[in-house]
């Protein structure tokens, strides 16, 4: 089936840097939407960022000018830099690959906490 596999989450202080890496497995991954989003217990579940089939992205106001995503299609591969890591920003996110019809498939998430 289907795979999503997230990593490079962890604990870093406000003012730093992480980079979540998303691998994907037996997905024709080309064709498929890939986004990162976060959600803490009791939230809703928001985008944090989408890389398109044809390179375009998008973000959430709350992450513009500090994150960046990119996809590597080759490699199977979406990765999410984030810069000037807040404590809001604190949450688990989740890799998430978008067919046509809006649905696709997830991962299980990695945590991110930003705290000092």
């Known amino acids: 089936q289907v795979q999503l596999v997230e990593s490079g989450g962890g604990l870093v202080q406000p003012g730093g840097s992480l980079r979540l890496a998303c691998e994907a497995s037996?997905?024709?991954?080309?064709?498929?939407?890939m986004a990162w989003y976060r959600q803490n217990p009791g939230q809703v579940r928001e985008l944090v960022a989408e890389?398109?089939?044809?390179?375009?992205?998008n973000y959430a106001d709350s992450v513009k000018g500090r994150f960046t995503i990119s996809r590597d299609n080759a490699r199977r591969r979406v990765d999410l830099q984030m810069n000037s890591l807040k404590p809001e920003d604190t949450a688990l996110y989740l890799c998430?690959?978008?067919?046509?019809?809006?649905?696709?498939?997830w991962g299980q998430g990695t945590q991110v906490t930003v705290s000092s």
């Open positions: 890389a398109g089939t044809t390179g375009t992205t």
């Open positions: 037996r997905i024709n991954f080309g064709h498929y939407s």
């Open positions: 998430h690959a978008i067919d046509d019809l809006g649905g696709g498939f």
